[in-house]
C-alpha cells in the first residue's frame, strides 16, 4: 500500500515537473498580462500619415487635401477603406497576455527585425508605433512588441490581414471612382453596338424607350463599383483604337484586348493609370440595348 502511495506521489511530481517544463516553452506560457489594456492610442482622426515595414516591403501613405495616398515605394491613389482599416485597427489591438521580457527571445515570436513595423504620425510627430510578429499558438493571436518596449504580448486577432499587404494592396483599384448617384447617361460603343441609357425626369430611357429599372439599378452599381485587379505602371503598347468605350457623364472608359484572353487593359479619361480587369468583372456592364429595355406589355 505504501509502495502505491510513493508511486502515486513520484508520479505526480513527475508530472508537475513536466507541465512547469511545458508551461516554460517560449511562446507557448502566458505569464501575467493586462487582458483588455490596448497596444496604442491615439486619435485616428489625427492621423495623416502611416509607415508599414516588413518582408513586403516598405510602404508610406500621407492624407493630402483630404485623400490617402501612397507616396512610397511609389506614388499613387491609396484604397481608402484599406488605410482607414490600419488606422482604426492601430488604437484597438487588445493586449491578452505577457508572453515574454527577454530581449533575446523576440526572434522567437518574429518581434525582432523580421517583424513588421507599423507607424502612425501626425504632423511629423509618432503618435504611436509597434512591431508585429507571427501568430500565437491559437491562430487566433498575434505576438506584438511596442517600438521601443522589450515586452513582448499577445493580441487578440490576426493582424496580418490588416497590415501585411504588398503595395498593390494599398493602391486604390477603383477603375471610375464615380459615385453611384451622380451616374446620370451612360454611352455605348463597341462592335456593332452604339447606343446611350440616360435619365429624363427620373426616369431611365434607352434610346428614347423606357428603361428597366432593375438592369439599369446593376449596371449603375457596377460601373461605380469597377475594380482592377492590377497596375500597369510602365508604358502601355495596344492598338490605336478601343476595343470598347463606355462614356459615364462625360467619363470615357477605354477598353484594350489583351494578350491574354481573361483579361483586359483599361483606362479612363479622368487618369492616366492604367489597369488590368479580369474580362468577367466587365462582361456584366458592356450592354447591348436589348438588355436594358423595358419588358413589354
Do not use: C
Not at 488606422?87 to 493586449?95: A, C, P
Amino acid at each position: 500500500m505504501k509502495g502505491s502511495i510513493w508511486k502515486l506521489l513520484a508520479l505526480l511530481l513527475a508530472l508537475a515537473a513536466a507541465v512547469y517544463f511545458v508551461l516554460q516553452r517560449p511562446g507557448e506560457q502566458s505569464s501575467s498580462g493586462a487582458p483588455g489594456t490596448v497596444l496604442l492610442s491615439y486619435d485616428s482622426a489625427a492621423v495623416d500619415r502611416v509607415e508599414v515595414a516588413g518582408r513586403e516591403g516598405r510602404t508610406v501613405l500621407v492624407k493630402e487635401a483630404g485623400s490617402w495616398q501612397v507616396v512610397e515605394p511609389l506614388r499613387a491613389p491609396a484604397d481608402r477603406a484599406a488605410v482607414t482599416d490600419a488606422v482604426g485597427k492601430g488604437r484597438t489591438i487588445e493586449l491578452t497576455a505577457l508572453v515574454s521580457s527577454n530581449p533575446a527571445k523576440q526572434g522567437l515570436f518574429a518581434v525582432d527585425s523580421t517583424g513588421t513595423v507599423v507607424r502612425f504620425f501626425r504632423g511629423g510627430t509618432l503618435l504611436g508605433a509597434f512591431v508585429m510578429g507571427k501568430a500565437g499558438p491559437s491562430f487566433t493571436e498575434t505576438y506584438v512588441r511596442r517600438d521601443g518596449s522589450e515586452d513582448v504580448h499577445l493580441a487578440a486577432g490576426l493582424l496580418s490581414g490588416v497590415f501585411v499587404r504588398p503595395v498593390r494592396d494599398w493602391r486604390d483599384k477603383s477603375v471610375t471612382g464615380l459615385p453611384r448617384e451622380a451616374i446620370r447617361t451612360v454611352g455605348f460603343r463597341y462592335g456593332d453596338t452604339t447606343f446611350t441609357l440616360a435619365m429624363a425626369d427620373s426616369l431611365w430611357l434607352v434610346g428614347g424607350k423606357p428603361a428597366d429599372r432593375n438592369a439599369v439599378d446593376a449596371l449603375i452599381g457596377q460601373l461605380a463599383g469597377l475594380q482592377a485587379d492590377g497596375f500597369i505602371d510602365s508604358a502601355v503598347t495596344t492598338a490605336a483604337e478601343p476595343w470598347a468605350v463606355i462614356d459615364v457623364d462625360g467619363t470615357q472608359i477605354m477598353v484594350h484586348r489583351a494578350s491574354d484572353d481573361t483579361k483586359m487593359l483599361v483606362h479612363t479619361s479622368r487618369s492616366p493609370q492604367w489597369f488590368e480587369v479580369q474580362k468577367w468583372r466587365l462582361d456584366p456592364v458592356l450592354k447591348r440595348e436589348s438588355d436594358l429595355l423595358a419588358p413589354g406589355p
